[in-house]
Nanobody, 121 residues
Framework: QAQVVESGGGLVQPGGSLRLSCVHP????????VGWYRQAPGKKREWVAG???????YYADSVKGRVTISRDIAEKKVYLQLNNLKPEDTAVYYC???????????????WGQGTQVTVSA
């Protein structure tokens, strides 16, 4: 069974940028909403950004104006462009797909391994 694979994380200085990628085998044209999430050490996983099945995008207040979610449905990929990164953005980042309510709430049984983003001078 194909798995969810996130990539693109790394160590970056404050103010830097990263582009995260996710391959999710479940992404389906016209049906899949997609979302990015993150989990910092000692904290619960939180929703970061989402895109509805028709392409509308929404962002958490903590990242609004600094991140952009995009997708390539044919390739079953989701991207998250992170700009002007701050130390508080340090976390493991995950993606997932499903109906919009599930994307907003992060109510999924299965998750990938995530990709680590560390923002430090």
């Amino acid at each position: 069974q194909a798995q969810v694979v996130e990539s693109g994380g790394g160590l970056v200085q404050p103010g830097g940028s990263l582009r995260l990628s996710c391959v999710h085998p479940g992404i389906t044209y016209g049906r899949s909403a997609v979302g990015w999430y993150r989990q910092a050490p000692g904290k619960k996983r939180e929703w970061v950004a989402g895109m509805t099945a028709v392409g509308s995008t929404y962002y958490a207040d903590s990242v609004k104006g600094r991140v952009t979610i995009s997708r390539d449905i044919a390739e079953k990929k989701v991207y998250l462009q992170l700009n002007n990164l701050k130390p508080e953005d340090t976390a493991v980042y995950y993606c997932n797909q499903g109906d919009w309510r599930s994307v907003l709430t992060g109510n999924f049984r299965d998750w990938g391994q995530g990709t680590q983003v560390t923002v430090s001078a």
